[in-house]
């Protein structure tokens, strides 16, 4: 059930946007349950024979949750739905923690953003940056301060530092401690930190990916002695390291960094030394800023004694680099013009980059799988350069082969006025030139090309697939065609006939698996079904015409001599004479185009 409110919410403090922070129901029920004077007695209903204690339940989201359901702002919807899709289409390929963490930034205008400090050297100097980049010098000195710059602990779980009205600190978590304290940095740029410490092999291996800073592990028991790792993703990340050895142990993580573009505004180191840093490293021009803790402390305190230490509080300020420091801390926590935060925009930009390299790598290796990394290039570039001069021999070979078998005597027997008795070699003449003159060299040189490709592994069969040979059909036997009892078998017609008969389905087929291309076997075959019988009943059907042609006519004339006395044979001739010239006419322009066109087929 929903707890109950120590103070009712009125409108003007939820919705009219007044200048007092909104405090959460969860807090005010915890803080009033700290109170003794305020506890109340656990009260006691009956409910159905049982007795049940009512205890009040909160219903905000873990400080963990990252994917707590809010409506989402009319300007990020398109934005927030297509992150919606790479989280279902693509969760192979991202880091599903750092999209829920966008997701949950584009469910609100004013998104929080979360940077996470990890120390290389322990904790303590963590605490003392962050206490030096929180702290009002205008206030005199809080609790959570002197909390901070307090002995280190021994608890390992992590700190996550957020706003609040009043200093409150949370240990219940078993992944970290939240501590809420009035600073009004965090509460101007809606900002969170994490305080942890840093991957053990963090810069110790080569390929070590800087971007698993922005996805720090934390550690949550599961058993005695046995521990899990949670991944808590943040949009910034500062690396935190001490002298020398910290310079040292950054420039590692550094190189990586510089490396890519994106994320050098979304990771820092920040290096405390003893020493007065020099105006161009404390910048961070070179993916690091140098600071002087102990001095940006003492501007602090200076300036907390008098406000006549103004002057002194802004040299020792500037010169211990803190000033540095706390610009790229605030840098892209402000939104312009209702847009996305700066620092929101380079984590989704950071989330698409990845998802897409990581597409590109599978797929190159897929492809170089695919294509047999054991052969050499220079195999490679042998056999295309031995392609590429097959492919030129080929071409001038179909021209010359083919010009040289159209000027044979073969074809030009196949002439117009020769084919009354040529007419059945059409067929025979055609077929002798497909095969004897259409790229036979180049066929096989394709064969010894074939072999030289499989020699050098392009091809051949698959690792792990046998063939397969089919059984041979055994003979059959006199004995089972006269078993006693059995019936005798059915007639055929091969039995009655000396030539046994074939049928079109006994035909067997082109088998595919040969070891060579077979694209020129086929095409002349196509070539051949395609063309040449249609050529030879073309041939056939003008030859009957105009023999039947001239034979009508020489009928019609000897008709017209016979029933009129006033023909004379050279008019009945005539006739005859037009319709035998008009025949072979027909036959000579039909058939020249038809060879002409067979030709360029």
Request: proline share 6%; aromatic share 6%; net charge neutral.
């Amino acid at each position: 059930m929903p707890p109950r409110l120590i103070k009712p919410l009125t409108g003007s403090n939820v919705f009219n946007g007044s200048s007092s922070p909104f405090i959460c129901p969860s807090c005010l029920y915890r803080k009033k349950i700290a109170d003794p004077q305020s506890r109340q007695k656990p009260q006691w209903h009956s409910t159905t024979r049982r007795r049940t204690w009512s205890r009040k339940a909160s219903t905000v989201a873990s400080v963990t949750a990252v994917d707590v359901p809010k409506e989402v702002p009319h300007t990020f919807r398109d934005l927030h739905e297509s992150l919606g899709i790479l989280q279902d289409k693509a969760a192979n390929y991202v880091n599903l923690s750092q999209v829920k963490l966008a997701l949950r930034g584009l469910e609100s205008t004013d998104a929080v953003i979360r940077v996470a400090v990890l120390g290389l050297h322990g904790r303590r100097g963590v605490r003392r940056l962050v206490r030096a980049l929180l702290a009002d010098p205008l206030a005199a000195e809080a609790g959570w301060e002197r909390q901070l710059s307090g002995p280190d602990d021994t608890d390992g779980r992590a700190v996550l530092i957020k706003y609040g009205e009043e200093t409150d600190y949370n240990d219940k978590h078993p992944l970290l401690r939240t501590f809420s304290i009035p600073a009004s940095t965090l509460h101007a740029h809606n900002l969170e930190i994490l305080i942890t410490n840093s991957s053990p092999n963090t810069g110790e291996v080569e390929a070590y990916d800087p971007a698993s800073l922005l996805v720090p592990a934390l550690e949550t028991p599961i058993s005695t002695n046995r521990y899990s790792m949670v991944n808590y993703p943040v949009h910034k990340a500062v690396v935190h390291g001490e002298e020398l050895a910290g310079i040292l142990g950054y420039a590692r993580i550094g190189s990586g960094i510089a490396e890519n573009e994106g994320l050098s505004d979304m990771i820092r180191g920040i290096i405390d030394v003893s020493w007065q840093p020099p105006a161009e490293v404390s910048g961070g021009d070179y993916g690091m800023t140098v600071v002087n803790l102990a001095n940006a402390e003492k501007a602090v305190t200076v300036f907390r004694q008098s406000l006549d230490n103004s002057i002194d509080y802004e040299h020792r300020w500037f010169e211990s680099g803190a000033a540095g420091a706390s610009k790229w801390l605030l840098q892209g926590t402000r939104a312009e013009d209702s847009r996305v935060k700066p620092a929101l925009r380079s984590l989704i930009e950071l989330l698409l980059q990845r998802a897409e390299t990581a597409l590109q790598r599978e797929e190159a290796e897929s492809l170089a799988q695919s294509t047999s990394t054991a052969i050499p290039d220079t195999t490679r570039q042998t056999l295309d350069d031995i392609v590429k001069r097959w492919s030129e021999k080929a071409h001038v070979e179909l021209r010359d082969q083919l010009d040289t078998a159209f000027h044979r005597k073969s074809w030009r027997r196949l002439g117009w006025w020769k084919l009354f008795w040529r007419v059945d070699d059409v067929s025979a003449i055609a077929s002798d030139i497909l095969q004897r003159s259409w790229l036979v060299t180049a066929e096989k040189e394709m064969i010894w090309i074939a072999g030289r490709v499989e020699q050098a592994g392009c091809i051949g069969l698959r690792p792990g697939r046998a063939v397969h040979v089919p059984p041979p059909e055994p003979a059959p036997s006199d004995t089972d065609d006269h078993l006693l009892g059995s019936f005798p078998p059915a007639p055929r017609l091969s039995d009655m006939l000396d030539q046994p008969i074939i049928d079109d389905d006994d035909i067997q087929p082109i088998d595919p698996s040969l070891p060579w291309p077979l694209l020129i076997h086929l095409a002349r075959r196509h070539l051949a079904l395609s063309t040449i019988f249609s050529l030879q009943a073309l041939a056939q059907r003008l030859v009957l015409h105009t023999l039947s042609t001239t034979a009508v006519a020489s009928a019609l004339s000897a008709l017209l001599y016979v029933s009129l006395s006033t023909t004379s044979a050279y008019e009945a001739g005539a006739i005859a004479a037009l319709g035998f010239v008009w025949s072979m006419r027909r036959l000579q322009r039909k058939w020249e185009a038809a060879r002409a066109f067979w030709e360029g087929e």
